[in-house]
């Protein structure tokens, strides 16, 4: 059977706060003893519930195929790794009708104690990790009704680590 057409490859770039902004917050605990609060508003669909649970995302295997992406119009997600950790954050960002525009994909290699925070309505793929173990707490409101939008790609976009 041939391989779906693409469109196109990417490269995965190291995560900045000024490249990860038209898709979320990253957040560093600045070291010390002090508390870091996440100060992100988490969801305000009428009736939602605060939700957190802990997610093992599957290890990355390159190149990756990109075909399907998700988003949650109702409220940011938040990413915090249990430990030590390196793993690719990938978002895109969204047409006049909301849609995906696959150019727009980007691909971050995010490294150490960082958490990443997706906006709300942002076109999203599930976490990659470079390790097995990798386990995040998630946080996120749940509405119950229209929480995850699903998008599959005509074609897939390849990230290649190089």
């Known amino acids: 059977m041939p391989s779906p057409p693409s469109q196109g490859v990417r490269k995965i770039e190291t995560i900045t706060e000024s490249a990860f902004a038209p898709f979320g917050r990253i957040l560093r605990h600045p070291g010390g003893r002090d508390r870091l609060y996440l100060d992100?508003?988490?969801?305000?669909?009428?009736?939602?519930?605060?939700?957190?649970?802990?997610?093992?995302?599957?290890?990355a295997r390159f190149?990756?195929?990109?075909?399907?992406?998700?988003?949650?119009?109702f409220t940011p997600q938040a990413f915090l790794p249990m430990h030590e950790s390196e793993y690719l954050a990938i978002a895109c960002l969204s047409d006049e009708r909301g849609d995906p525009i696959p150019s727009s994909l980007?691909?971050?290699?995010?490294?150490?104690?960082?958490?990443?925070?997706?906006?709300?309505?942002?076109?999203h793929?599930?976490?990659?990790?470079?390790?097995?173990?990798?386990?995040?707490?998630?946080?996120?409101?749940?509405?119950?009704?229209?929480?995850?939008?699903?998008?599959?790609?005509?074609?897939?976009?390849e990230l290649h680590d190089d």
């Open 63 to 73: 190149p990756v195929a990109i075909r399907r992406l998700e988003k949650h119009p």
């Open 125 to 157: 793929h599930g976490l990659l990790s470079f390790r097995a173990d990798t386990n995040f707490v998630v946080l996120q409101s749940i509405a119950g009704r229209g929480d995850d939008v699903i998008h599959t790609f005509d074609s897939e976009i």
């Open 106 to 123: 980007r691909a971050f290699r995010v490294t150490g104690p960082t958490s990443i925070v997706y906006s709300a309505n942002v076109w």
């Open 40 to 59: 992100c508003a988490f969801g305000n669909a009428r009736g939602s519930r605060k939700a957190m649970w802990i997610n093992n995302p599957p290890q």
